[in-house]
């Protein structure tokens, strides 16, 4: 056996075949060179010519009790057969993946695992954390009036935006414990160049000073709105904001749309349960990884939201 990082086209093709089997699907390629970009740390398991298993972390930052950490996601994790599952390859290609990024400077990783893989993680070191719930809001109980004074403009990506809201998000972001730390570039790979989703982004503002945004997705198969990125500061502007997403879809794209959810980690539940949203029986579970040898967590009050994930 022969566990390495990979960066090649042809160990990475030979990586997305094995993927492809144990997960029994097959992406158009545009998402192939998306995912695995040079952002995704790719880590594979060799038995002779074959990939056996497979571990990527993708590169991120965070801000961690006020401080900027660089870190990875763990994504797109496989070990094709009972066979090598049974010989505990799942610990060791997470043993060499993790110790690759913390001998290279990476001092946490993040993940958040299905209900079939949260023990194997555990098992292989992980600590797991909070729960994450959904917090849903049912469109037919919005109010029709709006009590926010704010701006909202629905605005197409550009590197400007990017940065407006980057800039905001390094200064705002300091209440929580835990966030993502989203670089302008990372924010146009994330959104502008994924080829899966179109997303649309609001921004919030006062005075023409920038101090909220969201964005979000439809999704059809549950006639559900997806806030998949969020900054909110008071209950007035997330009602205004479901408002608002109410009009852009509902009334202008003619879509049936029966609840607004988003990811609502611990920073962010008073204010959403004071907005009127409602725990949902959904969840996720977030497992972390302190690589720094400083204790560090997602804290008592992380801010994480929908697309820190959204990776296949």
């Known amino acids: 056996m022969d566990i390495r990082k990979v960066t090649s086209e042809k160990d990475i093709y030979l990586f997305i075949e094995s993927w492809e089997t144990v997960f029994q699907r097959k992406l158009d390629n545009n998402i192939y060179a998306w995912v695995f970009s040079k952002k995704n740390n790719i880590y594979c398991c060799f038995d002779g010519n074959s990939i056996v298993a497979g571990y990527c972390l993708l590169d991120i930052d965070a801000l961690i009790n006020k401080q900027e950490q660089r870190g990875a996601l763990c994504n797109n994790i496989f070990v094709n057969g009972f066979k090598y599952q049974k010989m505990g390859i799942f610990g060791q290609i997470t043993e060499y993946a993790l110790n690759d990024i913390s001998d290279r400077g990476y001092t946490f990783a993040l993940g958040f695992p299905n209900a079939k893989a949260i023990k194997a993680h555990l098992r292989a070191g992980w600590k797991q954390e909070h729960p994450l719930p959904f917090y849903e809001y049912k469109m037919k109980a919005l109010p029709m009036n709006d009590v926010s004074d704010f701006t909202f403009k629905w605005l197409s990506y550009s590197d400007d935006v990017f940065r407006d809201i980057y800039e905001l998000i390094k200064i705002k972001y300091n209440k929580y414990s835990f966030s993502l730390l989203k670089y302008p570039d990372f924010f146009s790979w994330r959104f502008e160049q994924n080829p899966r989703w179109d997303y649309d982004l609001c921004c919030i503002y006062n005075n023409n000073a920038l101090v909220g945004f969201f964005i979000s997705k439809y999704f059809e198969e549950k006639r559900r709105v997806h806030i998949v990125d969020y900054f909110f500061d008071t209950e007035d ?76």
């Open 237 to 312: 502007v997330v009602l205004s904001s479901l408002k608002k997403t109410y009009k852009k879809y509902v009334v202008e794209k003619n879509l049936d749309v029966d609840y607004v959810d988003a990811w609502c980690a611990v920073g962010d539940q008073y204010l959403f349960e004071r907005s009127g949203f409602s725990m949902s029986v959904d969840f996720s579970y977030v497992i972390f990884k302190d690589l720094s040898g400083n204790n560090l967590s997602v804290g008592d009050t992380p801010h994480l939201v929908l697309s820190d994930n959204d990776v296949f």
